[in-house]
């Protein structure tokens, strides 16, 4: 969520990016915006992102790696709340170093 404040976010994209809400009537609380969207819960068709700026070193290192592959709590929280791994298999396995 971006803008706002819990639950009342001037952006929201769930979990499972297929849906969202913006609740910022009459604006949002931190970027004085109005509503984003027509109705204030949508689903999305396509969605895409965008950033500025040229990525670190660091960033750049370990760009082929998931937060999934290094952090086992990471793995079990999505298994204990029933997500699934939707990128499983379709990315190269990461280097071992």
Not at 14 to 31: I, L, M, N, Q, W
Not at 34 to 48: G, I
Not at 70 to 94: C, F, K, M, W, Y
Request: glycine share 10%; hydrophobic share 30%; with cysteine.
């Amino acid at each position: 969520g971006m803008g706002g404040q819990h639950n009342y976010f001037g952006l929201w994209v769930d979990v499972d990016f297929g849906k969202g809400h913006s609740k910022a009537k009459p604006t949002c609380t931190t970027y004085n915006s109005p509503q984003l969207s027509a109705k204030e819960h949508f689903c999305f068709d396509r969605m895409e992102v965008w950033a500025v700026g040229d990525p670190s070193e660091a960033e750049l290192a370990k760009s082929n790696k998931s937060i999934l592959d290094v952090d086992p709590e990471a793995q079990a929280l999505l298994e204990i709340t029933g997500r699934t791994r939707h990128s499983e298999g379709l990315r190269e396995a990461p280097e071992e170093n």
